[in-house]
């Protein structure tokens, strides 16, 4: 017999069933009327969550596409300083570097950030043309907090700045315009609670005018998606039944209130850190950098991250995960994106520490369910 599991995983997140349904529509024409209708609400919705002006290129690809996308269309020629805290800072800098650009990374040991003043010294060596950064590598959770003050000191020098935040959309501070993102990739699956297989870029005007004349890309080429879009159609087949779910997706947090929506995920996850903390387990992240929408801990002596992690799933049918390549045995990562329940946050932390405590650790269960039970009275 099979039994629904709980995602805590990092994406994509359980959907509510009326967001799911919305995929069983019936298709429709997607150069007719009615599907200008939707796709023009998705665009419109997408901004109104991100509180942008700028423009929104819906993708039929998960955010890995995004993200190559803006790679196809800013890379060629150019000089591109990349910000590097984890597995998804290489592969921004990978696919920038595929498509043509003269690449610098600066990085920190795993589970922290380079520091600003680090980055901007780069910069003014280097003179980058783009400046890339992750704003949440999901892979060690790492947020770089300093986001907002990057963008001030990448603009400053004049460069295009091109983000990452398939894993924060949604589930975090972000201010595309105020902060001056000329480009942004986000994602169906993580904080906006939709079924993955779409995502989305956001551009603004000096990111329009400077798209390379030579996209190394026929999929991704941005120029032909605003082409189109203009005219409120995609210039290939779109994921028709998924915009409907990604609408309602929308809809949903629209009508819960971004503002709340964005600080739900904060408060959950400083709740969620200090309830695991009283199980034992260490946040693997310095704590300035540490991620509210993927919490990464080390177990303690005696449990391995991976028995955690099976116990957790085999016993409870929770599923949480480890880590990214050479993280992969030494932590359990759990998402906490889009919606969760009070019932399942504490079966979460209950499950967990009873897992740990027969395994002979040191937990204190009582401290930790009331740290995320204290949650009910704000959320
Ligand atoms: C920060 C970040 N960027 C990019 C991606 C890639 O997204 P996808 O798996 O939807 O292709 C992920 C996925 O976890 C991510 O967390």
């Not at 105020?178 to 993580?190: E, F, N, R, T």
């Not at 329009?208 to 189109?228: G, I, M, T």
């Not at 889009?338 to 009582?366: F, M, N, S």
């Amino acid at each position: 017999m099979s039994w629904k599991k709980k995602l805590f995983i990092p994406g994509p997140v359980d959907v509510e069933e009326e967001v799911l349904l919305e995929s069983a529509k019936p298709l429709i024409n997607h150069r007719g009327e009615e599907f200008h209708e939707l796709f023009e609400d998705v665009k419109r919705k997408v901004k109104e969550v991100l509180s942008t002006k700028n423009e929104v290129v819906v993708l039929t690809a998960s955010g890995t596409g995004a993200v190559e996308a803006l790679a196809a269309n800013f890379a060629p020629g150019r000089r591109a300083l990349v910000v590097n805290a984890g597995e998804f800072g290489s592969r921004f800098a990978e696919a920038l570097r595929v498509y043509g650009a003269e690449v610098v990374e600066v990085s920190a040991e795993l589970g922290s950030a380079p520091d600003l003043e680090t980055v901007v010294a780069r910069m003014d060596a280097f003179k980058p043309d783009v400046v890339a950064f992750v704003y949440n590598d999901t892979s060690p959770g790492v947020r770089l907090s300093y986001a907002q003050e990057l963008c001030r000191e990448a603009k400053a020098r004049g460069a295009l700045v091109l983000v990452d935040a398939v894993s924060a959309v949604g589930g975090d501070e972000l201010h595309v315009d105020a902060w001056g993102i000329d480009a942004l990739a986000g994602a169906s699956q993580k904080c906006l609670e939709a079924p993955p297989g779409l995502s989305f870029v956001v551009l603004s005007e000096e990111a329009r005018e400077k798209l390379s004349k030579e996209a190394k890309s026929v999929y991704f080429d941005l120029r032909r998606y605003l082409e189109y879009s203009a005219r409120s159609e995609t210039p290939f087949t779109p994921a028709v039944t998924l915009l409907y779910a990604f609408r309602r997706a929308l809809e949903r947090i629209l009508a819960f209130g971004v503002q709340k929506w964005v600080s739900m995920h904060a408060e959950r996850a400083a709740a969620l850190y200090r309830a695991f903390e009283a199980l034992n387990l260490t946040p693997f992240v310095r704590e300035e950098f540490r991620s509210r929408t993927v919490l990464s801990f080390t177990t303690p002596a005696g449990v391995s991250a991976v028995e955690l992690r099976r116990s957790l799933s085999g016993k409870f049918g929770i599923e949480i995960t480890g880590g990214l390549g050479k993280l992969r045995e030494r932590i359990v990562r759990v998402g906490l994106m889009g919606y969760v329940p009070l019932r399942d946050l504490v079966a979460l932390v209950a499950a967990t520490g009873l897992v740990l405590k027969e395994r002979g650790v040191r937990v204190d269960l009582e401290r930790a369910l009331d740290e995320v039970y204290k949650l009910t009275a704000r959320l």
